[in-house]
């Protein structure tokens, strides 16, 4: 029979052991309950939070693009001009094009502001005798646009979108037309289209490697063919939201048939520009 103080210090050696297994089950299963709660309350699978549906993304798009091609053409006088090599428009510039979009289920708004202005210096009439003349093309301000998403699956999202062009091409020379040249305007662009992404997890704390791509054409209005393609990566979500970089090409088309004044008479023309670039794109999703 264990005696008063032998059964005391077999109790206390019970209690030691169990203080020292119980910490070393919880040393051994937090880094286990710590993957599965990355950001804690900010863990949007947190019941805690409450989120009400609403979706949003800001972009910011460094981009840098020039006139590929292009070219105005006068058939009463047999003329066709190039933006390049007639008028000069060769340089590339960078811009900073601005996105919002906000929604709730599969339907979104998005405004853009994408200012584009590309200027050519020559001589009139190309001579190099003649006064110093300029060329300007201009594609800048507010686009209003909504999107429907009729596949958000497995990580991939398609759907249809509609735009329209708050602003005009406009394109002014001095250089191949005498009595100070002229000013020529295409009328605002409404396009349809349609929108792809599609993300892979690369990491379990929720880095992924995304791409996405948009095509939009014209209905009415100045003839409008723009596509962009881009890829890159994309941080874990929170209830902070989640961010994304990546790198893309862009290509934009106008196109559109003007009257213009040429010695004193009106004749019709026709005119095309292609603009291009690359861009590097910041994005923020919530």
Known sequence: MLSIAGYGRWSGRRCLLALALGLLFFGW???????????????????????SGIEGEARITPIWMQVSSGKQTVPAIGAVWHL????????????????LKVGARRIFARTHYEPREFVGNTNFMNSPFASEAQARLEYSGLRIGGDVDLL?????????DIDYD???????????????????????????????????????YGLAVVCDGRSRWSVSGTQVNDYEI?????????????????????????????PQMFSGLAVSTHFEAVMSGWYVQFNFFY
């Open 166 to 204: 708050l602003y005009r091409p406009v394109f002014s020379e001095s250089i191949r037309t005498p009595g100070g040249g002229k000013k020529i305007e295409g009328p605002n662009a409404l396009t349809v289209g349609f929108h792809f992404g599609y993300g892979r997890l690369i990491s379990p």
């Open 230 to 258: 881009g890829g890159g990566l994309r941080g874990p979500d929170s209830m902070l939201g989640a961010w994304a970089v990546k790198f893309g090409y862009r290509q934009t088309s106008l196109e559109f048939p003007r």
């Open 152 to 160: 958000r699956r497995f990580g991939a999202v398609a759907g249809i």
């Open 29 to 51: 299963e937090l880094p286990k309950a710590a993957a599965q709660d990355l950001f804690g309350i900010g863990n949007p699978g947190s019941p805690y939070i409450f989120f």
């Open 84 to 99: 390049r090599d007639t008028f000069a428009i060769r340089q590339g510039h960078f811009f900073l094009d601005t996105m």
